[in-house]
């Protein structure tokens, strides 16, 4: 089988328009999603601190555009996303809940809700209600997930999974491996990769 690690936070917006598709794009190609929450700020501060001056002085001109390609993008991805009053957010708790989702085998459908929430009902994903509404959504234990997410394991792997992908050679969310060595970083590489997990799966076949 093919090997396809999806690197992500639910506080970036272009990894929101990768995760809506990356699914499709696995079921096309035949192989499994390895689902790798992260902290992205953790990423920033190792290996992308420009990021932060670049958020708190953006270019003008850069800037109309980039709120122009981000509409697009979502029109084109079909997800709403609007301008969240707490950005960025504080995502260490929602990253924490989704170890426990995955272990839960529902990991996509509370990602999804958390996206939308923050994204498309501009939510404030770092308060424990709004986790525990989202939750709840998809029909989640919330008890079970407010004493899970705490855990030193739990809290291990995010931590983990972070340096991970920094040592890799990652910089940001959404990055995406395929058979360990091949990196993608943005959701606008996932025509790339969809060419890529075919061509790997086809030299399966025929070896």
Excluded at 54 to 60: G, V
Excluded at 92 to 101: E, L, T, Y
Aim: proline letters at 5%.
């Amino acid at each position: 089988m093919t090997k396809f690690e999806f690197f992500f936070d639910v506080s970036s917006p272009w990894t929101y328009l990768a995760f809506s598709q990356v699914e499709d794009v696995a079921a096309r190609c035949g192989v499994e999603i390895i689902w790798k929450p992260i902290l992205v700020g953790g990423v920033f501060n190792s290996v992308n601190e420009t990021v932060y001056e670049q958020r708190a002085n953006p270019h003008p001109v850069k800037g109309r555009y980039y709120v122009k390609d981000l509409r697009d993008w979502a029109q084109f991805c079909d997800v709403k996303i609007g301008n969240p009053p707490v950005f960025p957010v504080r995502a260490v708790n929602i990253m924490r809940a989704c170890f426990v989702a995955l272990d839960a085998g529902c990991l996509p459908a509370f990602a999804k809700a958390a996206f939308e929430a923050y994204w498309g009902d501009l939510k404030d994903i770092s308060q424990p209600e709004e986790i525990a509404a989202i939750a709840e959504s998809v029909g989640f234990d919330v008890r079970h997930l407010a004493e899970a997410m705490q855990s030193d394991d739990v809290k291990a792997r995010l931590r983990d999974n972070t340096e991970e992908l920094i040592a890799r050679g990652g910089f940001g969310s959404p990055t995406m491996f395929i058979n360990e060595s091949d990196m993608y970083f943005g959701n606008d590489r996932l025509v790339l990769v969809e060419a890529a997990l075919m061509a790997a799966q086809n030299q399966k076949v025929q070896a």
